[in-house]
């Protein structure tokens, strides 16, 4: 199952066009609802799932570049992400997030100590996708792919989404929804999303793509079985 990149109008695509990535102090107020509080997901540790122990570890460049950037190459990966191409290509979708303010964190997904998805979770609040839906103030949004074929088909995908929105919505008090914009026509990532305990509230036309505005509440309460610890 793969997802799409955070605003995705402002990344690079298949037809090279460069966006921009505004920058602001790490860790200030920000418009549209305080502080980003994101800077420590890596921190959040391991959380126990039924699939394995599932935690999210920092993207460092340049060591996980070779890696990402063979994920992105995978044509199933490519006909969502358009990130296909050289490492540089990867790398620069890497480090606008990396160097920018902190509302777009990349994150490699770890399962049982082993890297096998990429993540990204943003404030989708102060995210151009807010621009095309009622936000509210601290709305999390989520991106991810599976990274080794053999990771796919097997409903990985839903579990880990499962589990992550339930680490984002314990550890972000502030945040009352999770929410996601996988591509219409990826029917298996609306699925895995399904089954995580999101609902399918809206379509969106977005800036390359038609997108199904995904959104797990709060209230919804755990899915799944995504065990987390007291």
Not at 2 to 13: C, E, K, L, V
Not at 34 to 61: A, I, N, S, Y
Not at 133 to 138: E, I, K, N, V
Request: hydrophobic share 40%; glycine share 12%; with cysteine.
């Amino acid at each position: 199952m793969q997802g799409q990149p955070a605003h995705p109008d402002q990344r690079t695509g298949r037809a090279g066009r460069t966006g921009r990535h505004p920058v602001r102090v790490r860790g200030h107020p920000q418009p549209g609802g305080g502080w980003l509080m994101l800077d420590d997901l890596p921190g959040w540790g391991e959380v126990p799932t039924p699939v394995g122990r599932f935690r999210l570890g920092p993207v460092r460049l340049p060591a996980d570049l070779e890696l990402l950037a063979c994920w992105m190459n995978d044509p199933e990966v490519d006909e969502f992400w358009a990130l296909a191409g050289p490492p540089a290509v990867t790398e620069r979708h890497l480090r606008a997030q990396l160097d920018g303010d902190g509302r777009s964190v990349p994150c490699l997904g770890l399962l049982d100590g082993a890297p096998m998805s990429y993540w990204e979770v943003y404030r989708a609040d102060l995210d151009p996708l807010a621009e095309h839906y009622p936000a509210r103030p601290h709305d999390t949004g989520v991106h991810l792919l599976l990274g080794p074929a053999a990771s796919r088909g097997r409903g990985l995908g839903a579990q880990l989404l499962a589990a992550l929105a339930e680490m984002i919505l314990r550890r972000v008090p502030d945040c009352g929804r999770v929410v996601a914009e996988p591509d219409v026509r990826n029917r298996r990532s609306v699925r895995a999303f399904e089954r995580a305990g999101f609902r399918a509230v809206a379509e969106l036309d977005l800036p390359g793509k038609r997108a199904a505005l995904m959104i797990r509440d709060r209230d919804a309460g755990p899915v799944l079985q995504a065990r987390l610890p007291a």
